[in-house]
């Protein structure tokens, strides 16, 4: 059976190629490095993971996924920058599923700080602990660390390859390495004779590899420069490969249901009309659900929506209303965490005007466009999974203990994902398509998901209710005391993972609530978790989704009641507790040129959120065009230290914010005898061409450490449009979704 630690067998295939020779360059900051997984042909060594040389070029085997986000150019870059070869010389794929592709960042986000306020010892502090990345063969894409883990990993592992070329270099010449240079993936000697690297692969193959210093950010020719995206060609033409797009040699197709009352069991079913449809194959019982192996996925969708299914109940109230009841009831619990608790919030201070409040945000799917599916090849000793996927080694212990085989007999190939947010971070579809396929070993069979067991079988972001109450005084905040209640993502995700319960104080639960830069001299932040049994996981910015919303709306509630403007009043506490924090907030007030007054018919709302180490704040304008309400114009500004490529930056900002938007409009998972009544997309709308804002974006970088940009961009957008619909209306929106309550043009 699987285990984690162990990896892929001597050789390994990305698509349809077997990479059996070359060279391979990396370094670690560890004492001992993992395994490499890059096993070279006979005659050859690989001496790291992440860069191949060989007659062919230069390839990077990158462990991050592609999905949209830009990582697969910018670690390109990362490479290129220190070994000296122009960015289109460079081959990217996705690495296998392997212990030294761990994500090195990923630890260090779950230590109990606010992030904003760190010291130099703690941010060393969570660098070191990224070690224990390897050893839990954490090769996982989320948490907006995918540059923070590469941009010194990936620079090193070029300084490293191009330091043993020059070597061998010299070695072949006679002469000391440092009479050598090296430039567009060639070495360059005192004559102006030149090496491909390609040349010097066969002798690079026997040699250690050899530490290097970095270069100085004044020299580099890529880094902080926006590029070409990698794909960009790919995606315009229709030849990159997602999930969906893959195709082997008599390949079958499958579709899946699963029990709409989520957890709950399959009685039994009758298969008889299934059969009887042409082109039918081979129905699956899959112990809670069924699917069909179909001639093509259409008819394999309508085969399987023809079995009758005696489905039992869900383990959790039927109706969305009692599902609230249920949270609500956990702020009588002890919370699981106060990660914020600075002064007394007991006392009130005497003359202070007291404001209290209560928020609620609905579940909400991850709606990839692309839907759940993978291809899986079973032939009795080994599987082959194709997919697009957050966690390659994660899917692949899951995988291979589905199909009662060891780690090594199994190979994980990550496609393009056509939208992740989260969803793909799970090991359910992975696991369904394994099932599939063992139903039929020796053939491949892809199974897909319809869009509606798609949007009905996710793992939601959950429902979730704030109870704030707050004093000012004098034009300040004298007070916050705020209870955020709802289902623990991180629990449920440890237990889904590993097989045990998950346990202790979850910092997700409250990430976007307790670690605000606001200096409040009585301010108390509390987590309570509610129990319940719906699916619940990584969505999108995780707990800053709805913490954002809360706290923002709140802000805004109390600068109100105070009389200040309320983006002065953010800025006056914010100054001197985070500097980089206020100058967003700064640059969003001269980008829009807020006066703090708007016009009949315009209205204009501003927030502010730090989360993954990124502060952002963002002015939403909405307008009244005879009774509907147009969002018009937004300005974003973030603080992200670094930018590596400010371009792509101001694109995931861009989209973060338009993924909230649509949450915010219209995002609603609700829920009818224990089932989700959404089906598809016009059940569950999203912001289109003629609904969008002009947006303009600012990047700054004084903030003291790197930052994130998939996810930042997200939470502020949603308290900004409600405090700009409140600007406009005199409305405060305390729920969402907001077409709810205002006549959103749709």
């Known amino acids: 059976m699987a285990s984690i630690g162990k990896i892929l067998r001597r050789t390994f295939l990305i698509g ?122 954490l090769q996982v894409t989320g948490g907006s660390t995918s540059m923070k883990d590469g941009f010194e990993r990936m620079r090193a592992a070029g300084a490293s390859a191009r330091e043993t070329l020059k070597q061998a270099a010299a070695e072949r010449l006679s002469i000391d390495r440092g009479q ?52 960009m060609v790919e995606k315009a033409t229709g030849t990159a490969q997602f999930g969906v797009d893959v195709r082997l040699p008599g390949m079958k197709f499958a579709s899946v249901r699963m029990n709409p009352k989520l957890g709950g069991q399959m009685n039994g079913f009758d298969d008889s009309a299934a059969k009887a449809m042409p082109g039918v194959e081979e129905i699956v019982d899959l112990g809670n659900g069924v699917a069909v192996i179909a001639t093509n996925t259409w008819l394999a969708n309508q085969a399987v929506e023809a079995i ?119 090991l359910d579809f992975g696991e369904i398509a394994t099932k599939v396929a063992m139903a039929v070993p020796g053939t491949p069979v892809q199974t897909t998901w319809s869009r509606e067991e798609d949007m009905r079988h996710d793992y939601y972001r959950p429902g979730a209710m704030a109870r704030m109450r707050g004093a000012v005084q004098d034009g300040k905040a004298v007070l916050i005391d705020g209870a955020v209640a709802a289902q623990s993502c991180t629990q449920q995700a440890v237990e889904r993972y590993t097989g045990m319960p998950g346990a202790g104080p979850d910092k997700v639960l409250v990430e976007g609530f307790f670690n605000q830069p606001y200096a409040v001299p009585n301010y108390r932040m509390s987590g309570h978790i509610a129990e319940l049994k719906i699916p619940v996981g990584f969505w999108r910015s995780v707990g800053n989704s709805h913490n954002g919303f809360f706290h923002e709306t709140f802000i805004d509630e109390m600068a109100h009641a105070a009389g200040r403007d309320p983006l002065e009043f953010r800025l006056e506490l914010m100054r001197d507790e985070h500097a980089p924090s206020a100058g967003c907030l700064e640059a969003v007030r001269d980008m829009s040129g807020w006066t703090g007054k708007t016009p009949d018919g315009v209205g204009r709302g501003v927030a502010f959120t730090y989360s993954f180490g990124t502060p952002v704040a963002q002015v939403i304008e909405v307008v009244d065009e005879d009774g509907t309400i147009r ?116």
């Open 16 to 137: 349809s190629a077997a990479i059996v020779g070359g060279v391979a360059f990396g370094v670690y900051y560890v004492n001992r490095p993992a395994k490499n997984p890059l096993k070279p042909g006979e005659g050859e060594a690989a001496l790291n993971p992440f860069i191949l040389i060989d007659q062919n070029g230069v390839t990077l085997f990158a462990p991050r996924a592609e999905m949209g986000q830009g990582v697969k150019t910018t670690w390109a870059a990362l490479i290129a920058e220190e070994l000296d070869v122009d960015l289109d010389q460079v081959t990217v794929l996705h690495g296998p599923a392997a212990a030294a592709y761990y994500n090195s960042a990923l630890i260090g986000e779950s230590l109990p700080n606010k992030g904003y306020d760190v010291s130099n010892f703690q941010h060393n502090l969570g660098e070191a602990l990224g070690v224990i990345g390897k050893a839990l063969s």
């Open 180 to 231: 050598l240079k090296t430039a567009s993936g060639h070495v360059i000697a005192p004559d102006d004779s030149k090496i491909a690297y390609t040349d010097l692969a066969a002798d690079v193959a026997q040699m250690e590899p050899i530490d290097a210093e970095l270069r100085d950010p004044s020299e580099w020719r890529y880094l902080g420069r926006t590029l070409p995206r990698l794909d």
């Open 308 to 426: 009758e299914v005696d489905w039992g109940e869900a383990p959790y109230p039927p109706e969305t209303d009692a599902i609230f009841a249920e949270i609500a009831k956990a702020f009588d619990t002890d919370p699981n965490s106060t990660m914020r608790d600075d002064g007394d919030v007991s006392t009130v201070p005497e003359g202070a005007t007291v404001i209290e409040a209560e928020y609620t945000a609905p579940y909400l799917a991850h709606a990839t466009m692309e839907p759940m599916n993978a291809t899986a090849l079973f032939t009795g000793d080994a599987l082959e999974l194709w997919c697009g996927n957050q966690a390659p080694t994660l899917i692949q212990f899951r995988v291979a203990n589905t199909a009662g085989l060891d780690t090594e007999a199994v190979q994980i190939h990550t496609t393009y994902l056509g939208g992740g947010f989260g969803r793909r971070g799970e």
């Open 631 to 746: 969002i018009s114009k937004a300005w974003i500004a973030c603080d992200i230290g670094l930018a590596l490529d400010p371009e792509n930056v101001k694109a995931q900002m861009f989209g973060g914010m338009m993924y909230g938007l649509s949450a915010a409009c219209y995002g609603e998972i609700t829920f009818a005898d224990g089932e989700v009544e959404q089906y598809n997309f016009p059940d569950y709308d999203a912001l289109r061409m003629h609904t969008a804002p002009q947006v303009e974006v600012q990047v700054l970088e004084t903030n003291r450490f790197m930052g994130g940009a998939g996810e930042p961009g997200t939470p502020p957008s949603m308290p900004a449009l409600g405090n700009a619909l409140f600007d406009l209306t005199g409305q405060r929106a305390r729920t969402l979704p907001l077409n709810k309550q205002f006549n959103l043009l749709v």
